[in-house]
């Protein structure tokens, strides 16, 4: 299936971030923001998008120092994924429009922590959140096989932080990728596709992002995101574990759905296109 033609433009945000842009579809249908993770890029979301056009305007965008979004060195934290999302936001949205926003891990805890923010209010009218937490993500990951305790947060802040290449992409690279990030189900397409996507991050820009995730607590932020919220969350997730959901569920205000996926990873968007692409559209029929 040829891939939907897009617009681009690049956003200018704080620290002096320029965000690549991507938009598909009608400039007057309903519009959707998806919003990537760690170690990821737009491209991550094509299979989801695949599923949106041509009846919904969808946007994407690179977070700093991933895809084509080039590196900001110390200009990098919450503030600035959610500086980032509202400048997106402000750059593709007439005034008076509003979009659904869904985001996956780093890109969900973008929405989590824009919560406060007037520029996120008043432009998301609801979001969905993939794969995600708000805090302790390196003390509860599973991706290394390491007990609970102070050896398994070494480990995590190692694994998050280190500057070392991943690549190249061979048969034991994929293999790695596949057992940090998805479950057994996925396909061998979508074990290519993710490490192909993981492997491209650029290792400096990965390692202080890492160390920003490490360090991440926004749990109190949850409480204030009184949109309609759908999870998302895979039971085979290690970076993420589901514990993770059932705490966000717990305090969300307007939990409008909570879906457990049995058997899939960290990678729901590609793991899970139809769940996720399906939740997206119902939210944007009811409340664009």
């Known amino acids: 299936m040829p891939e939907p033609t897009a617009s681009e433009l690049t956003v200018t945000s704080t620290g002096g971030a320029r965000l690549h842009t991507e938009i598909f579809g009608p400039e007057e249908a309903p519009t959707v923001v998806l919003a990537h993770g760690w170690t990821c890029n737009t491209t991550f979301w094509?299979?989801?998008?695949?599923?949106?056009?041509?009846?919904?305007?969808?946007?994407?965008?690179?977070?700093?120092?991933?895809?084509?979004?080039?590196?900001?060195?110390?200009?990098?934290?919450?503030?600035?994924?959610?500086?980032?999302?509202?400048?997106?936001?402000?750059?593709?949205?007439?005034?008076?429009?509003?979009?659904?926003?869904?985001?996956?891990?780093?890109?969900?805890?973008?929405?989590?922590?824009?919560?406060?923010?007037?520029?996120?209010?008043?432009?998301?009218?609801?979001?969905?959140?993939?794969?995600?937490?708000?805090?302790?993500?390196?003390?509860?990951?599973?991706?290394?096989?390491?007990?609970?305790?102070?050896?398994?947060?070494?480990?995590?802040?190692?694994?998050?932080?280190?500057?070392?290449?991943?690549?190249?992409?061979?048969?034991?690279?994929?293999?790695?990728?596949?057992?940090?990030?998805?479950?057994?189900?996925?396909?061998?397409?979508?074990?290519?596709?993710?490490a192909r996507i993981v492997v491209a991050a650029p290792r400096k820009a990965r390692a202080e992002w890492g160390g920003v995730l490490y360090e991440l607590n926004i749990s109190e932020s949850l409480g204030r995101l009184d949109i309609p919220v759908t999870i998302i969350h895979g039971t085979a997730d290690r970076l993420t574990p589901v514990v993770h959901a059932h705490r966000m569920a717990g305090r969300l205000p307007n939990l409008k759905e909570f879906a457990e996926l049995p058997g899939i990873g960290h990678m729901t968007p590609i793991e899970a296109t139809d769940k996720v692409a399906e939740t997206i559209r119902g939210l944007a029929k009811e409340y664009l």
Do not use: W
Not at 58 to 72: E, F, I, S
Not at 79 to 98: H, I, M, N, S
Not at 139 to 145: I, K, R, S, V
Not at 160 to 169: D, F, I, W
């Open 46 to 194: 094509y299979p989801v998008l695949r599923h949106l056009v041509p009846d919904y305007r969808v946007v994407l965008y690179d977070q700093r120092g991933h895809g084509r979004t080039p590196a900001t060195p110390g200009a990098n934290g919450t503030a600035a994924l959610v500086d980032d999302l509202a400048a997106v936001l402000d750059a593709t949205l007439r005034p008076g429009r509003r979009a659904v926003i869904a985001g996956h891990s780093m890109g969900a805890m973008t929405i989590v922590a824009a919560a406060d923010r007037p520029e996120f209010r008043d432009r998301a009218v609801a979001a969905v959140l993939c794969s995600t937490g708000t805090d302790r993500l390196a003390g509860e990951a599973t991706a290394l096989p390491l007990r609970p305790g102070s050896l398994r947060k070494r480990g995590s802040r190692t694994f998050l932080t280190t500057k070392l290449s991943y690549g190249p992409v061979t048969p034991v690279t994929k293999a790695v990728i596949r057992y940090i990030t998805m479950g057994k189900g996925a396909t061998a397409e979508q074990r290519t596709e993710v």
